[in-house]
């Protein structure tokens, strides 16, 4: 996640709800592991409901809202859907390939799965049209491949290179306020994460360890990888997620207890 500035206003935590005019409830789910919550709610009201979102794994359409809005007023899309076709990720399943929105809504939250990936026509026109903010958080991360000087996931070990010119790129044309997102616990081991979660430090900025989520998850952090424990996922997202705290104590004394 590339940002400048600090945030003022914060997303609302699991289900975004609200009322029409005419007493229909709408229930937006973000996550699979959030839909037995949202079937509860719309057993116990009163009326129509109407239960959406990206919780459900397929397209879902809401005429006369964006959801976004009510999950944080100050985040938009400039487009919907991906190109790339990653085996742990929702979107392309959901969303289908890269669609651009022309006329979108300016907001400073970015939530584009691959903003990146549009048209440069699209990126110049939704560059001028976020300009009016003081600064614009791409939430959703930009890919490094397609981070170039033009435009101004480290997921496999190979791309350390491009992640690291990414970077030195935004440093140079944006800010220094950098963090990287990193998947763990998909297809890895405990050091081959860890060996990328120190590489993002040892360039100077944050990394964002990232879970991994099966598309059908009914619980949140339940799936573990053979080559992992349970534990050891915790104590890795844990740490790697506090680093502002725990950086000063290395990731071998943090396991033994020496936060205690």
């Not at 500035?5 to 973000?30: F, H």
């Not at 963090?179 to 944050?206: M, N, Q």
Request: charged fraction near 25%; hydrophobic fraction near 35%.
């Amino acid at each position: 996640m590339l940002t400048k500035g600090r945030l003022m206003y914060q997303w609302r935590k699991g289900i975004a709800s609200w009322v029409d005019s005419e007493g229909t409830l709408y229930l937006s789910v973000p996550f699979t592991w959030l839909v037995d919550e949202a079937e509860k709610i719309a057993k116990s009201w009163k009326g129509n409901v109407r239960i959406g979102g990206s919780g459900l794994m397929k397209p879902t359409e809401c005429e006369g809202f964006e959801p976004i809005l009510f999950h944080n007023a100050c985040a938009t899309f400039t487009t919907r859907g991906c190109p790339n076709k990653c085996g742990f990720c929702a979107v392309p399943k959901i969303e289908g390939d890269l669609t651009e929105i022309r006329n979108f809504r300016p907001a400073p939250i970015i939530c584009d799965n691959n903003f990146l990936a549009a048209s440069r026509k699209h990126i110049r026109r939704s560059i001028d049209k976020l300009k009016v903010f003081p600064f614009v958080d791409f939430n959703q991360g930009l890919e490094a491949k397609k981070f170039t000087s033009d435009t101004a996931a480290l997921d496999h070990s190979n791309l350390s290179g491009v992640v690291k010119d990414a970077i030195d790129l935004c440093r140079r044309r944006t800010t220094d306020k950098i963090s990287v997102y990193c998947l763990i616990g998909y297809d890895d081991t405990p050091d081959d994460a860890k060996s990328r979660l120190e590489l993002i430090r040892s360039w100077g900025v944050l990394p964002n360890p990232m879970r991994y989520q099966p598309l059908n998850a009914t619980k949140k952090d339940q799936e573990v990888h053979p080559s992992w424990t349970g534990k050891q996922l915790a104590d890795t997202m844990r740490y790697y997620s506090r680093l502002n705290w725990l950086g000063h104590i290395p990731f071998s004394e943090y396991k033994s207890g020496a936060t205690k």
